[in-house]
C-alpha cells in the first residue's frame, strides 16, 4: 500500500495503523442539514486513508500524497491550508478532554478536491477514527462525524452541517442514510440501482468550490434570519409555507421556500425507494436542482448545463449535489441510456 511506503519513507519507521474514510455523494437534502432537517446522503468508493503512528509530545507532523512538502503544526497552532481540516480534529478532541498528543500521519486520497463529494469531511473522519482508535477514546462513529464538525466549524471557519460528517462515518455499501439533522437519528435505506437496471452518474464540472469564501455562511445567514423572523427554532419547524412566504421577501423568502420543499422531497423520495419505485425518483432530483438554482441560487451555469445535458441524453432524472457554487451533479440513468448521457 503506497500510504505505508510513503509513512515509511517520510518518517522513517512503520505506522501505528491505517485507517479509511469515504466521500459522499448527496441523493437529496441540500442546504437542509443546517436548518435541523432532512438530509439523504450515500458514500462513493473513493476516500482518504491515513497512515497514522501516535507521538509523545504535541507535535503533529502531516504529509499528504497530493499536497506536496510535509507539514509540522503544534496541535495549539493554526495550521493553513488543507492541514486544517486534520489539525482541527486534534484541536476539538484536546478541547473536550480527550487525551490526545500529536501524531505523525501520511494522507492519501482519491476523491476529486472541490468536486463537492467531501474530501474534507473524509480527512475529518479519518484523523478523529484513527485518534479514537490510537488513543482509545471510546466515541461512536457519531461523535466522530460530531467533533470532525466542530472542527470544520470552529477551526476551519466553515459553518457546515453534519450531514457530510454523519455519511463518511456512517455511510454503509448499497444503502443511503437518512438523517434527521435534529434529533441525529439515522436509518439506512436499500439503495441498490443496479437490480433496477439503473446507475448514478457523477459529473464533476471540473469548476473548484471553495465553501469557506463567504457564499455558504451568507446562505445560513439568509435561514436563520427567517427562522427567527417566522419565530421558530429552524426552518424545519415550518408547517404553514405559503403563510410562511407571505411573511417574508426577498432572500429570505427564497431560502424558506427551498429548504421546506427539499425536505418534503426527502421524505417523498424515501416513500419511492422503500416501495420499490426506483425510476420514479428523477422528478424530484429534477425538482430538487430548480430550487437549488432558482430558490437557493447555489447553482452555477457549468452545473446548469451538466444537468440539462444528461435530462436531454435521457436521464431519468438530475441535479447539482453538494454546497454549490461548482463541483458535481448528479444523474439518475436507465443502463440502455449510460453512453448517450455521456455523449
Same mark, same amino acid.
Given at each position: 500500500?503506497?500510504?505505508?511506503?510513503?509513512?515509511?519513507?517520510?518518517?522513517?519507521?512503520?505506522?501505528?495503523?491505517?485507517?479509511?474514510?469515504?466521500?459522499?455523494?448527496?441523493?437529496?437534502?441540500?442546504?437542509?442539514?443546517?436548518?435541523?432537517?432532512?438530509?439523504?446522503?450515500?458514500?462513493?468508493?473513493?476516500?482518504?486513508?491515513?497512515?497514522?503512528?501516535?507521538?509523545?509530545?504535541?507535535?503533529?507532523?502531516?504529509?499528504?500524497?497530493?499536497?506536496?512538502?510535509?507539514?509540522?503544526?503544534?496541535?495549539?497552532?493554526?495550521?493553513?491550508?488543507?492541514?486544517?481540516?486534520?489539525?482541527?480534529?486534534?484541536?476539538?478532541?484536546?478541547?473536550?478532554?480527550?487525551?490526545?498528543?500529536?501524531?505523525?500521519?501520511?494522507?492519501?486520497?482519491?476523491?476529486?478536491?472541490?468536486?463537492?463529494?467531501?474530501?474534507?469531511?473524509?480527512?475529518?473522519?479519518?484523523?478523529?477514527?484513527?485518534?479514537?482508535?490510537?488513543?482509545?477514546?471510546?466515541?461512536?462513529?457519531?461523535?466522530?462525524?460530531?467533533?470532525?464538525?466542530?472542527?470544520?466549524?470552529?477551526?476551519?471557519?466553515?459553518?457546515?452541517? #453534519?450531514?457530510?460528517?454523519? *455519511?463518511? /462515518?456512517?455511510? =454503509?455499501? +448499497?444503502?443511503? %442514510?437518512?438523517?434527521?439533522?435534529? @434529533? &441525529?437519528?439515522?436509518?439506512?435505506?436499500?439503495?441498490?440501482?443496479?437490480?433496477?437496471?439503473?446507475?448514478?452518474?457523477?459529473?464533476?464540472?471540473?469548476?473548484?468550490?471553495?465553501?469557506?469564501?463567504?457564499?455558504?455562511?451568507?446562505?445560513?445567514?439568509?435561514?436563520?434570519?427567517?427562522?427567527?423572523?417566522?419565530?421558530?427554532?429552524?426552518?424545519?419547524?415550518?408547517?404553514?409555507?405559503?403563510?410562511?412566504?407571505?411573511?417574508?421577501?426577498?432572500?429570505?423568502?427564497?431560502?424558506?421556500?427551498?429548504?421546506?420543499?427539499?425536505?418534503?422531497?426527502?421524505?417523498?423520495? #424515501?416513500?419511492?425507494?422503500? *416501495?420499490? /419505485?426506483?425510476? =420514479?425518483? +428523477?422528478?424530484? %432530483?429534477?425538482?430538487?436542482?430548480? @430550487? &437549488?438554482?432558482?430558490?437557493?441560487?447555489?447553482?452555477?451555469?457549468?452545473?446548469?448545463?451538466?444537468?440539462?445535458?444528461?435530462?436531454?441524453?435521457?436521464?431519468?432524472?438530475?441535479?447539482?449535489?453538494?454546497?454549490?457554487?461548482?463541483?458535481?451533479?448528479?444523474?439518475?440513468?436507465?443502463?440502455?441510456?449510460?453512453?448517450?448521457?455521456?455523449?
Amino acid at each position: 500500500m503506497r500510504v505505508i511506503e510513503a509513512f515509511r519513507e517520510t518518517f522513517g519507521v512503520e505506522p501505528e495503523g491505517v485507517w479509511h474514510a469515504p466521500g459522499r455523494v448527496n441523493l437529496i437534502g441540500e442546504h437542509t442539514d443546517y436548518n435541523d432537517g432532512f438530509v439523504l446522503p450515500f458514500a462513493v468508493p473513493w476516500g482518504v486513508t491515513a497512515a497514522v503512528a501516535p507521538r509523545e509530545d504535541d507535535v503533529v507532523r502531516l504529509r499528504s500524497l497530493q499536497a506536496g512538502e510535509p507539514q509540522t503544526v503544534e496541535i495549539l497552532d493554526r495550521a493553513e491550508g488543507w492541514a486544517r481540516y486534520a489539525v482541527g480534529v486534534f484541536w476539538v478532541l484536546r478541547e473536550a478532554g480527550h487525551p490526545v498528543r500529536g501524531a505523525d500521519l501520511v494522507i492519501d486520497g482519491d476523491v476529486p478536491q472541490g468536486a463537492g463529494l467531501s474530501s474534507s469531511a473524509a480527512l475529518e473522519v479519518v484523523v478523529g477514527t484513527a485518534l479514537n482508535e490510537l488513543y482509545g477514546l471510546g466515541l461512536t462513529r457519531m461523535e466522530i462525524a460530531l467533533a470532525a464538525q466542530r472542527a470544520e466549524n470552529d477551526f476551519v471557519g466553515m459553518p457546515c452541517g #453534519i450531514m457530510d460528517q454523519a *455519511a463518511s /462515518a456512517l455511510g =454503509e455499501e +448499497g444503502k443511503a %442514510l437518512f438523517m434527521d439533522c435534529r @434529533s &441525529l437519528g439515522t436509518r439506512t435505506i436499500p439503495f441498490d440501482l443496479a437490480q433496477h437496471g439503473l446507475q448514478l452518474l457523477i459529473i464533476n464540472t471540473g469548476v473548484h468550490h471553495e465553501l469557506a469564501d463567504g457564499q455558504y455562511a451568507r446562505r445560513r445567514q439568509d435561514c436563520e434570519n427567517a427562522a427567527k423572523h417566522l419565530g421558530v427554532d429552524a426552518l424545519r419547524d415550518v408547517t404553514d409555507l405559503a403563510g410562511a412566504l407571505g411573511r417574508l421577501s426577498g432572500d429570505e423568502r427564497r431560502r424558506t421556500q427551498h429548504v421546506v420543499t427539499e425536505n418534503h422531497r426527502v421524505e417523498a423520495l #424515501i416513500g419511492l425507494l422503500r *416501495a420499490g /419505485a426506483v425510476r =420514479e425518483i +428523477g422528478a424530484l %432530483l429534477n425538482a430538487s436542482h430548480l @430550487s &437549488l438554482r432558482d430558490q437557493y441560487e447555489v447553482s452555477c451555469p457549468e452545473l446548469d448545463v451538466a444537468v440539462e445535458s444528461a435530462v436531454r441524453g435521457g436521464a431519468r432524472g438530475a441535479r447539482m449535489t453538494g454546497g454549490g457554487f461548482g463541483g458535481s451533479a448528479i444523474a439518475l440513468v436507465a443502463d440502455d441510456r449510460v453512453e448517450a448521457v455521456r455523449e
